[in-house]
């Protein structure tokens, strides 16, 4: 369902406008936008999430149950907790981007614009690589490990959507920078 120009696009190989303009499914492209995002976004709240719980039960409530829980115990409970939160931004997702659809009666020449422009958003781009790039990284680190690919690569994608955030913040301010000492 995805052509060759948007793997091309997608990592990071040059496309002619009038390549990136050849969107043959742009609902599928924008749903697959979509989906990743929830898959982020709950990797991210469910990693984090579950070290602040963690952590205050642990050490500001010292529930029993936690006392003899080691920095593996630790570290297992919070990927399993990741995992299971990214499992659910993805369930979520799909619904929501279909009612949105429906909601707002978007056809397909919006989902064609929603695609198009999601192909030139180089920052976003530059999220989805290294969510997914570091989420592989992880996993495979984990099955090396003996443990599950599901458990590391959520812990993956999550630092890997807070590395790019900050790389292309970083690359803006410097922009912006550029643009102020130019005047």
Request: hydrophobic share 40%.
């Amino acid at each position: 369902m995805v052509n060759t120009i948007f793997a091309k696009n997608w990592l990071g190989i040059q496309c002619s406008d009038d390549e990136l303009r050849q969107i043959p499914y742009p609902k599928f492209e924008t749903g697959l936008h979509v989906s990743l995002k929830g898959m982020q976004a709950g990797a991210v709240v469910g990693y984090f999430g579950s070290r602040l719980t963690l952590s205050v039960q642990k050490f500001a409530l010292k529930r029993p149950s936690m006392k003899d829980f080691t920095a593996q115990q630790f570290l297992e409970k919070s990927c399993k907790t990741s995992r299971n939160f990214m499992f659910a931004g993805l369930i979520m997702s799909i619904p929501m981007f279909l009612a949105h659809g429906m909601g707002k009666s978007v056809d397909e020449e919006g989902y064609y614009d929603r695609a198009y422009r999601i192909r030139y958003n180089v920052c976003q781009l530059n999220v989805d690589r290294a969510s997914l790039a570091l989420g592989t990284v992880y996993g495979a680190m984990f099955v090396v490990k003996s443990r599950s690919f599901l458990l590391g690569f959520p812990k993956g994608v999550c630092w890997g959507t807070i590395l790019a955030a900050a790389y292309n913040n970083f690359n803006k301010a410097q922009e912006m920078k550029e643009t102020m000492n130019a005047d």
